[in-house]
């Protein structure tokens, strides 16, 4: 098996430099004291979506703009739009109120010429409004495009963690992600479930994903699940139970069908075994 560690990809230094300043900028507008972010990602969506055009409030009163012209425009603002979390009935109105703009400028910026596939950029981006968006972001978070998540504000993100393409964090009940996780493409991550008589009857759970784990492509870890530490759900898999620290599951519910090579003795240690002593205990 080949050993095959990420390239190092650089800008022409002029772009870089550009792009440093301008994210410098994001950063300082979105921590100022008092921002209103808000107004803060209304101007910068109009900014990426509609490149020279310097007069929003204009555009908008002009009755020569047209209708979709002006409905576009309207919509950049986050006041003139809802997403789908505000209407969970356990939302925290406050608490979202305040993030919602950012939920916003993430969506559409992933969306924007601007972002989309555009790692260099996108990666930091998204790291900065990461910051405040959720209620813990450690050192080093990566998110590629596409990453979605319900509230933010219940999401915990350790250092080193990498969250691939389209992957949903469904943190309504909590999520909390380790050390240098990995959650690759197309995964979902939830933390609420519904009640099989009634879909109205929700019981929000914390998921945990611990230190070093990965989460592979198109997997699901269901609310209330513990993924230990180095643990690994196999892709498709579905998680409906803990998953056992250094144990690979796969399969559907999923099952441990190995343990890895790295794994302390205490890994291999049977589940009955451990209900047992503690039983004894």
Request: glycine residues 8%; negative net charge; contains cysteine.
């Amino acid at each position: 098996m080949a050993y095959l560690p990420l390239r190092t990809v650089g800008l022409p230094d002029a772009s870089d430099r550009f792009f440093d300043g301008w994210l410098e900028q994001v950063e300082a507008r979105l921590a100022a004291p008092g921002a209103d972010w808000y107004r803060f990602t209304r101007d910068l969506l109009f900014e990426i979506w509609y490149p020279g055009l310097g007069d929003y409030d204009g555009l908008i009163e002009d009755p020569a703009t047209p209708a979709g012209t002006r409905a576009a425009l309207l919509s950049l603002d986050p006041r003139n739009v809802t997403l789908e979390p505000e209407y969970y009935a356990d939302v925290d109105a406050e608490r979202y109120a305040r993030v919602k703009p950012l939920h916003w400028l993430w969506q559409s910026f992933d969306r924007s010429p601007l972002g989309g596939g555009n790692v260099h950029l996108g990666v930091r981006f998204r790291r900065i409004l990461a910051h405040h968006l959720f209620a813990r972001c450690g050192r080093n978070f990566k998110a590629f495009q596409f990453v979605e998540f319900s509230y933010g504000y219940n999401l915990e993100v350790g250092d080193d963690c990498v969250v691939h393409r389209h992957v949903l964090l469904d943190d309504r009940g909590g999520i909390t992600l380790g050390n240098r996780v990995s959650i690759s493409d197309y995964a979902n991550v939830y933390s609420h479930t519904h009640s099989i008589v009634d879909q109205k009857e929700v019981t929000n759970a914390r998921t945990v994903i611990e230190d070093d784990v990965r989460i592979t492509y198109h997997a699901t870890v269901l609310a209330g699940v513990r993924v230990g530490r180095s643990g690994m759900v196999g892709a498709v898999a579905v998680a409906t139970k803990n998953v056992r620290p250094y144990h690979v599951n796969v399969g559907i519910p999923a099952k441990s069908i190995r343990v890895k090579p790295d794994a302390p003795p205490e890994a291999y240690v049977t589940e009955r075994v451990v209900q047992h002593h503690t039983r004894e205990g």
